[in-house]
């Protein structure tokens, strides 16, 4: 992967750091403190301009980043009260992602290095997402439990004292923010589905209409819900429209139970089977009200340390991105500037 070589200056003075976020349909940008304190967070959402096609439409996501990164981006710093020249570094989504979308943060990010002189980092999206465990608890213990669920992933990792990562299982099929994106879907809940489906299932009752779990070997960390999303479609199938209609809700809440009980129960097998004495979820399905009841109770239950960040910090932000470009920064990694997005990008575990 091409992060090192340098972009600005090979030497770190510790100071604020810039984060950009490009990845999929949200234009955000965020400056993070030398102490890692997030002195702003803007966030600029594209909902509105994929509503109408029931999902993200990649060129429209390209074209709506390149109308308003320079906005999104000033806004940040004018939010942190820093002019350009107090700016240490800068840190960017390198993937995985949108292709468009990352070519216009990546891009935007190495002009905004060359002119000012400054070190870049390319940081991967679970990279963040990891590192927004830490934003509002810097001292949350290690070595610990990481449960990264997201639209695009369900991985499981174990963190060490170190700051190093080993991935301890993931899915082997669909992401559980994709089960939920594909389950409000087949319930006409519109675009974004995840949020949709949360709310309606808060209005039903989880154990009427039952689904099945994953049913991988006992012991087993790693997820699939594709089978879920099948046995939601042959219910669906077999009601008459008045039934569909009378159970909605209940139909929701028993799909979300299913998501969330396994995601919860292989979290805490994994906290279980590796001695570590703490979980962190983190991810835009964090968010998720179901599941962060679940992990909460079973945390006092169980007497586990547990992070769950804020709303503002589960989905898509530059926060994140700033955190973890913060310590890659300190760690002597720097964005060649050749270097290019890298949509299908691994993630590089080192934070």
Not at 205 to 232: D, H, M
């Amino acid at each position: 992967m091409n992060t090192h070589g340098i972009s600005g200056p090979s030497s770190w003075r510790e100071g604020p750091v810039l984060g950009i976020e490009t990845s999929c349909d949200e234009t955000a940008a965020s400056v993070l403190a030398r102490d890692g304190s997030v002195l702003s967070n803007e966030v600029s959402s594209q909902h509105a301009v994929h509503a109408r096609f029931g999902g993200v439409v990649p060129e429209l996501a390209s074209r709506a980043h390149v109308e308003i990164i320079e906005r999104v981006t000033a806004a940040a710093m004018d939010d942190a009260g820093l002019t350009w020249k107090e700016l240490a570094g800068i840190a960017v989504t390198q993937g995985p992602g949108l292709a468009g979308a990352l070519i216009v943060g990546v891009n935007y990010a190495k002009a905004l290095a060359y002119t000012l002189d400054i070190p870049l980092v390319g940081v991967s999206h679970l990279e963040g997402h990891i590192a927004s465990a830490w934003l509002e608890d810097p001292v949350f213990p290690l070595p610990c439990v990481v449960l990264v669920v997201s639209g695009g992933h369900t991985h499981l990792y174990l963190k060490d004292r170190d700051g190093s990562c080993r991935l301890l299982g993931r899915t082997r099929d669909d992401a559980a923010g994709e089960a939920f994106d594909k389950g409000a879907q087949m319930l006409g809940l519109g675009f974004p589905g995840g949020p949709a489906l949360d709310r309606l299932a808060r209005t039903g009752a989880p154990r009427t209409i039952r689904f099945p779990k994953s049913s991988i070997k006992k012991g087993s960390l790693e997820f699939s819900f594709s089978g879920l999303k099948t046995a939601l479609l042959y219910k669906l199938h077999a009601m008459h429209e008045d039934t569909l209609t009378a159970q909605r809700a209940d139909l929701a809440a028993g799909y979300q139970e299913a998501i969330v009980t396994v995601l919860v129960e292989k979290a805490f097998d994994a906290v279980r089977q590796t001695g570590a004495g703490a979980l962190a979820v983190v991810g835009g399905v964090s968010a998720n009200s179901r599941l962060r009841t679940l992990l909460q109770d079973r945390a006092r239950a169980e007497a586990v340390p547990l992070s769950l960040p804020p709303l503002r910090f589960c989905t898509d932000n530059a926060a994140m991105i700033a955190a973890a470009g913060l310590q890659a920064l300190r760690n002597g990694r720097r964005m060649a500037s050749d270097a290019e997005p890298l949509p299908a990008m691994e993630p590089v575990l080192s934070v």
